[in-house]
Nanobody, 125 residues
Framework: QVQLVESGGGLVQAGGSLRLSCVAPRRTVSTYAMGWFRQAPGKEREFVAAISASGRNIIYADPVKGRFTISRDNTKGTVYLQMNGLKPEDTAVYYC??????????????????WGQGTQVTVST
């Protein structure tokens, strides 16, 4: 069992910034791809961003390109999601996930084996 713990969510005004953190066992973070997903009220969970084990390969969903940045610190066993220029439509519960089968990032939810409990991000107008 791999435990993932997210933090950093909160309430922010539109245009503001937040940085989410996901702490996982260092061996997991340094070996496997990690991703961020989100689920807004009444909607399906959707892909946000993912990063390879090395950090060299990154993919983003179109709605967050240019505003969000995913990064990782393997020495700390932590994956980050820096969110700038937040919009009300970014309001959601954000989940961190680990893909224990590949080191390359993927956007499909079923590629991920373990999930955190989620952290709420609310963007007000």
């Amino acid at each position: 069992q791999v435990q993932l713990v997210e933090s950093g969510g909160g309430l922010v005004q539109a245009g503001g910034s937040l940085r989410l953190s996901c702490v996982a066992p260092r061996r997991t973070v340094s070996t496997y791809a990690m991703g961020w997903f989100r689920q807004a009220p009444g909607k399906e969970r959707e892909f946000v961003a993912a990063i390879s084990a090395s950090g060299r390969n990154i993919i983003y969903a179109d709605p967050v390109k240019g505003r969000f940045t995913i990064s990782r610190d393997n020495t700390k066993g932590t994956v980050y999601l820096q969110m700038n220029g937040l919009k009300p439509e970014d309001t959601a519960v954000y989940y961190c996930a680990a893909d224990l089968r590949l080191s390359s990032p993927r956007g499909q939810q079923d590629a991920y084996d373990y999930w955190g409990q989620g952290t709420q991000v609310t963007v007000s107008t």
